[in-house]
């Protein structure tokens, strides 16, 4: 029931500011998999940050996956991120999205909430320092 009874508050309340809610796959899109420059990285679930190889682009894997989410659009019945306008977007919330992981950062230190899908926890942070000191270790 939680679930629907959201989505139906969702519709209600973007109906009453003139928007609308688009509801789609997310494994026809693969939001998590994909990259501002429309490269895609298939990833494990436990690799929480997303670095591309093609452009360069850096971000914690569920802010671009909800930044994408912004572009994805139904076109003949085929649902895909245009990623021309998200490409165009990236450049100003790429600085938005790093300051926001680094005030997640500063609240987990703080003894602060962070859902722990973000991969910040102490025990992750802890585990991220010994690798870079030990560049051999993945």
Do not use: Y
């Not at 899109?29 to 679930?45: D, E």
């Not at 436990?46 to 682009?57: M, N």
């Not at 572009?71 to 998200?86: K, L």
């Not at 977007?89 to 680094?102: D, F, N, P, V, Y």
């Amino acid at each position: 029931r939680a679930p629907s009874a959201l989505i139906s508050m969702l519709h209600r309340k973007a109906e009453n500011a003139g928007g609308k809610v688009m509801e789609f796959s997310t494994r026809a899109t693969k939001l998590s998999q994909t990259c501002v420059c429309g490269a895609i990285h298939k990833k494990l679930l436990s690799q929480r940050r997303h670095e591309c190889l093609v452009c360069g682009a850096v971000a914690q894997r569920d802010l671009l996956s909800a930044f994408l989410a912004r572009f994805v659009v139904s076109e003949r019945d085929e649902v895909h991120v245009d990623i021309s306008r998200a490409r165009e977007a990236w450049q100003g919330a790429e600085l938005l999205l790093s300051r926001t992981i680094s005030a997640l950062q500063h609240q987990t230190v703080s003894g602060g909430f962070v859902p722990a899908s973000f991969g910040l926890t102490a025990r992750s942070r802890r585990k991220r320092d010994r690798t870079r000191s030990r560049p051999w270790m993945v």
